[in-house]
């Protein structure tokens, strides 16, 4: 079930009274019987690859773990992640594989082939990370293995963050679900405070937006330059909405049993260079591409060979993650590209003894929040384009640099940039940590009454066509 439904609230609100009347001991199987409920409920058949990964994850750790020698660990930590990986790779990425050798076989004069792939089951990209991470740090001796089955399986499958992030670290996870609470008062208004805030991220502006963005960045021939790069914005800030809108929902609905999920996103619309971009935005998936990628690989003394391998691999996976196509590898390199470059300018000044400022002026920062803006509008172009001959016509018409004619198309543009400065100011100030701060201060009853009301109109104001969230596809 998606937290983009109207049945979700009543769904995860019966939820929450079994939970509230539960014996203790049957917290955790009372949550993993719900988080599978949700699960299911979508496509049934995927379930035998979550129950297979999970299985996969536990037997294996537990190995590692009892292995009497180090030979033996390794031959496990290998099979574990293959096991993983293989099965990622296996509905991911055998499509892309196959065709691409296809297309390779027919250039050297052999048999064209091409292969669709598989049905991608939901959220496979987010729990194979999650349990190869733990079976990783079960390798490195940071955590001891599950004992118990249910609460590994409940790490593995918490319903909050199970589809679409974000991707949690089992020793920070696993001991929050071992010591489920009781169901606590104080923790209500918080976690209904982010829902509200996901809510109304997701139903009242991003659905609405993706309405009205989406059919003109998708037909770019019918729009004039400045039409496709402000619907290019468009769709960079429905992303952003998007997605920060299912993450709040996550923490939310894990707040409301006293479960604390790590935030996703750091204001990266403040992002002055690439690097501090990577560092703001899908910050649970990027931390695990430096813990198990970049780290291994950029461990050294460090140079500019090291740190380019590093990050090419480490942006190149990234892209990768997010889908088997030609564009995400391309949008993954160009990252990996320009971090790279970042990185290399900052060796260079620590080996030549150049001190950079302990404070960079307004004016670098406001170039380097430009650039990096302008970045992210080609990267983003290229996020959405189902190939890489669609963004390079995409491209190639807004460099024509032709104006709108009608005056709806100026109306349209203005409301565009309206919302993305608006979405600036709202990073900018901090409102919505702002807004946990006066909540505080607020009595109950008047929080209860206006999250009700916030909640409500969300409810009945609500886009008339919901769209299901972008991540859910990867």
Known sequence: MSFAQVEYLPAVALV????????????????????WLFYLWVEPRDGLWLAFATVAGYVVALRI?????????????ALGVALLMGLLATFKYSGFALTALGQLSAALGGPAFAFDGFALPLGISFYSFQTLSYVLDVRRKR???????????????????LVAGPIERARHLLPQLGALDVLRIENLAPAARLIVIGLAKKWLIADRLYAQVWPLFSAPDECDSLTLLVATAGMWVML??????????ARGSARLFGVDLVRNFERPFLATSVRDWAGRWHTSLGTWMFDYVWAPLGSGAPSHARVWRS???VMTLFGLWHGANWTFVLWGLGYGVLISCEHSVRLWRVRSGARAPARASF????WGWLATSSISLVFIALFFSPSLEFFAHVVERVASASGPAEASAWLRIGALLGLYASLLGVHFVGAERGLAQVSERLPGWAVLALLTLAGA?????????????VYFQF
């Open 311 to 313: 990050n090419l691999a």
């Open 16 to 35: 929450l009274a079994l939970y509230a009347l539960a014996p203790s001991r049957w917290r955790v199987g009372l949550l993993l019987l719900a988080s």
């Open 363 to 366: 004016s670098s920062r406001a």
């Open 65 to 77: 773990h009892a292995a009497p020698s180090e030979l033996a660990k390794r031959v496990w930590t």
């Open 457 to 469: 109109a969300c409810v009945l104001w609500r886009a008339s066509e919901p769209q299901p969230f």
């Open 240 to 249: 952003y909405l998007d997605f920060s809108a299912y993450s709040d929902l």
């Open 143 to 161: 955590i001891e293995p599950a004992r118990d089955l249910a609460q590994f399986a409940l790490y593995v499958s918490f319903f909050p963050q």
